[in-house]
């Protein structure tokens, strides 16, 4: 659902984190005496809630063109281990507190939330390692059209000032092979939930042998992609940002007094982990993506405003003309699409001998490409390390988690 929706949601209170917490004050200010640690705990939890709201102002202060990058997107899971820390502090701090009912259902709750996320952490490293093998395409493409060290010097950017080869008819049929490869691959990604026959057709203009050799290519990507995939067959993006998703509501004055505010943090990082595993899924190439997931925040919260805006942000994106069926919303795929689109596009008006404007062209076109190839070598094994330390620090926070409440055991 659009963040739009929510916009005209109201409420009885102007601001739900603050006044939830004065009224846990009033309550039991009372009971306790001025030396307690109160209301350094206060500050605590507030702290935490403005820290939240600071990093995601920050994330969504980008303009459109760094959405959803690579850098943007490490950015994003930065943000979220920062803010996974100071929640396990906060739990560490209070483990009496979380021992008692109301708060041990709630963190309970949020550890059952956190074991769904691992799932998808998985689904975004396989969907990053498929990236991977689309940018070798692109390097065999360099490799035949670029200059002669393209592949030898990472900080080129695809644009080389060293001698450059003739481009002949063995390069092309080279650079069109693997281009072809690469759009069947990203189809494969596109249509994975439609038949067979129906991505098929994408290729009519083809002849039916050239169809048949594309169809017994597509079914060996297929069975390649499906033996090192980590997840099921039958695993779904969608349904499990559902379940993440599903009964994440905010706390109740009641429960914010029983559990000393404590519930505060543990809503707020249920919103957190739901977004940032629905930027993922919405960003990466994984089983079954699906973005419409019911996403309700109370516009009360500091750190509110920042995330609906960056859920209508890329919700909107995911809606443009040229995005609408794309297999990954990261800006390095449609850039990566568009430029061997058009190369391939170029490859196939080209005639021999080749004209001084026509290879001009052609190099122009290899020199965009080159510069996405070396964006993503740049930024994916980066990426896939943060998505490995997000996977692994749940883990643990878990796992301490569940220690506190008297139930440690390894995680599922």
Known sequence: MPATDYQGSSAPLTNIGRSLLSLRRDQVHAMESPNDGSASHEVELELFQRQVADRFHDLASVPSDELLSLPWVRKLLDVFLCCQEEFRVIVFNNK???????????????????????????????????????????????????????NNNSN???????????????????????????????LDEKDSGQSLSHRNRSFGRNNNTSSHSKDHHHRSLGHFRSLSWSVSRSWSAARQLQAIGNNLAA???????????????????????????????????????????????????????????????????????????????????????????????????????LSEEKEGEVRQRVKELGQVCH?????????????????????????????????????E
């Open 96 to 150: 009496a507190q979380v021992m008692k009912p109301p708060m041990d259902r709630l963190i309970a709750d949020f550890y059952e939330r956190t074991v769904k996320a691992l799932d998808v952490c998985n689904a975004i490293r396989d969907g990053i390692e498929q990236i991977k093998q689309w940018q070798k395409l692109l390097e065999i493409v360099l490799c035949a059209l670029g200059d002669s060290n393209v």
């Open 251 to 353: 706390p109740r004055g009641n429960e914010v007094v029983a559990t000393n505010g404590l519930a505060m943090p543990v809503y707020t990082m249920g919103c957190v982990l739901l977004f940032v595993m629905w930027a993922l899924v919405a960003a990466i190439p994984c089983q079954d993506r699906g973005l419409q997931v019911h996403f309700y925040v109370p516009r009360q919260f500091s750190w509110a405003a920042p995330i609906l805006s960056l859920h209508e942000r890329i919700m909107e994106e995911s809606k443009k003309r040229d995005r609408k069926n794309a297999c990954g919303l990261l800006r390095e795929i449609y850039q990566m699409e568009k430029c061997s689109r058009l190369l391939g596009e170029l490859t196939d008006s080209v005639q021999f001998p």
């Open 156 to 186: 080129n950017n695809g644009n080389n000032n060293c001698y450059q080869r003739t481009l002949g008819e063995g390069q092309f049929r080279r650079a069109k092979k693997a281009l072809i490869d690469l759009a069947i691959g990203m």
């Open 375 to 411: 964006a993503m070598k740049e930024g994916l094994e980066p990426l896939e390390r943060q998505v490995r330390e997000v996977f692994h620090r749940i883990v643990r926070s878990r796992t301490e988690g569940l220690d506190s409440l008297g139930r440690g055991h390894n995680p």
